[in-house]
């Protein structure tokens, strides 16, 4: 990326991190970059496409996220781009885009000095770096497509279909699915379970479950919560997300026991009790990892370790 200069890396950088600053969860690696290409004015060398067919400037923005996620400036989780506290400090610290990504460089040698396998040398040579780097982002685009696979699949599933998922889930983690709702009215409730096989012993796990595209609110949390009982425990499980609100709903009861499950937590608990899941589970929403040699230095302070395997 000899051609774009310190100071026009530094302007992209800082006005992405601008754009996921306004989004507290932040936002899909493709939408901030299309936010990004639309708050800037392109050069026609940034507008051309390699040979791929991958736009320059998409590519060139996510070479300069590389120092802005070592740097512990960005998190980057299943295609998922946010801005972190330091991010925050680092844009209000550093206004000149020259400056701003000129640190982002410097915390990008100070990680990669601290990685082992013998690259301690200060001033590693570009080309190397740069090789780095894109075996990082070719990982990386990997993972964003499979994990947006896996996120079309499982919200375009109807919603008994979803149902039935959270109950073979539960079952492979050990528990007495003893109803699962038929279609039509459930009262709010979805899956009864219990830990034991005649639900003789407490607590009885409540299961609501939603498929839907928005985030579930405080009110719909609270709603839930109201139809557990003392020695109840809830589960809400969602194909979206939640609010700040309902986390901290949540997190804060002293009463009502109440465990929230989103589409990556569910995903990552499916995964990891593939193996207990029966066959009629597996077809419903079936898995096979696909492995490939992973870049050495994936870790760092901005790089999630999960790592969603590709749907058949």
Excluded: C
């Amino acid at each position: 990326m000899a051609e774009i200069s310190s100071r026009r890396n530094g302007e992209m950088l800082r006005n992405l991190l601008q754009i996921l600053q306004e989004q507290p969860d932040g936002l899909p690696s493709r939408e901030a970059l299309a936010r990004l290409r639309a708050k800037m004015q392109l050069t026609d060398y940034e507008k051309g496409r390699f040979e791929n067919g991958a736009l320059r400037f998409d590519q060139i923005v996510r070479f300069a996220t590389v120092d802005a996620s070592k740097a512990g400036w960005l998190l980057k989780q299943k295609g998922q781009w946010i801005v972190t506290e330091q991010g925050r400090q680092a844009l209000a610290q550093f206004p000149d885009p020259d400056a701003f990504f000129k640190r982002a460089k410097e915390l990008y040698r100070q990680w990669r000095s601290s990685q082992p396998e013998g690259r301690a040398e200060e001033r590693p040579e570009p080309a190397e770096v740069e090789a780095e780097k894109a075996s990082e982002i070719t990982f990386e685009q990997a993972e964003e497509q499979a994990w947006s696979e896996v996120e079309q699949y499982l919200r375009g599933m109807p919603p008994y279909d979803f149902q039935e998922l959270v109950a073979a889930l539960l079952r492979a983690m050990g528990y007495h699915v003893a109803w699962v709702a038929p279609p039509g009215k459930d009262g709010g409730i979805d899956i009864l379970a219990w830990g034991d096989p005649l639900g003789t012993r407490p607590p009885r796990i409540k299961v609501q479950v939603k498929r839907v595209g928005q985030n579930v609110s405080v009110e719909g949390l609270r709603s839930f919560m109201a139809l557990l009982g003392d020695d109840d425990v809830g589960l809400f499980v969602t194909t979206s997300g939640f609010t700040k609100d309902a986390q901290e709903e949540a997190r804060t009861q002293e009463k009502r026991k109440v465990t929230l499950v989103d589409l990556e937590r569910f995903f990552d608990l499916w995964v990891e009790h593939y193996g207990r899941l029966d066959e009629a589970a597996r077809r419903r929403f079936p898995l096979q990892p696909s492995y490939f040699l992973a870049p050495r230095h994936l870790s760092g302070p901005g790089k999630s370790d999960a790592r969603p395997p590709r749907r058949r």
